[in-house]
């Protein structure tokens, strides 16, 4: 994946974007770029695991959990789907989200189709040094084994290298999100990484 550096002149205008993102071949690149984000945040978990195993007296690079949930991937997947939702089961860390297009929409009848959306949200920042703001990313879930899922969120500067200077304190989501994992009916073991790049 590209790495995301500062932002210059010559930034996107927030309708730009949306026009950008809805045209069909922006679209397919958009899958394609998600689904090697997706990728890249599954090695991110297996580089994380194998540092917890071997390496345990040395801090972790970036952030990572894993944890048992009483529910079962497909709730789970709706709700990391619907930023209401999203932002309500959130509420410690989100502030507000909304979506702002979806390019492939989410159906729960058929949880395997790559579902993926552009949206914003407003996250609470841990650290008073760095300013909350609103920031745009997009979203999918897809599966990627039998009874696993993942949902990746990246930024949009990832293909329109514009888009991070519409804010005038851009925070960045690299590749972040979780894996799925169904274990019994109801219950889902979750592994989440994330990764976010702050602006001053």
């Known amino acids: 994946m590209k790495e995301e550096g500062g932002c210059g002149g010559g930034g996107m205008s927030f309708q730009s974007l949306l026009t950008a993102v809805s045209i069909g ?8 770029v998600a689904v090697s984000a997706s990728e890249e945040l599954m090695r991110q978990m297996a580089v994380r ?25 497909l709730t789970l997947l709706h709700m990391f789907m619907d930023p209401e939702q999203w932002s309500s089961v959130f509420s410690n860390i989100v502030s507000t989200a909304t979506t702002l297009e979806v390019l492939f929409p989410w159906e729960k009848e058929k949880p395997n189709n790559g579902a993926l959306q552009v949206m914003t949200a407003e996250f609470y920042l841990p650290s008073p040094l760095f300013r909350g703001g609103e920031v745009k990313f997009a979203r999918m879930c897809r599966e990627t084994g039998y009874k696993t899922w993942v ?26 999100g979780c894996l799925i994992q169904e274990l019994h009916p109801g219950v889902s073991m979750v592994t989440w990484v994330d990764n976010m790049q702050c602006g001053t």
């Open 25 to 32: 071949a922006e679209k397919d690149g958009m899958r394609r």
């Open 49 to 73: 695991q194998e540092h917890d195993i071997f390496n345990a007296a040395t801090p972790p690079v970036f952030p990572a959990s894993t944890g048992l949930v009483l529910a079962s991937p």
């Open 151 to 176: 949902v990746v969120d990246f930024s949009l500067e990832t293909v329109f290298p514009g888009a991070g200077a519409i804010s005038s304190h851009p925070t960045r989501r690299r590749p972040s």
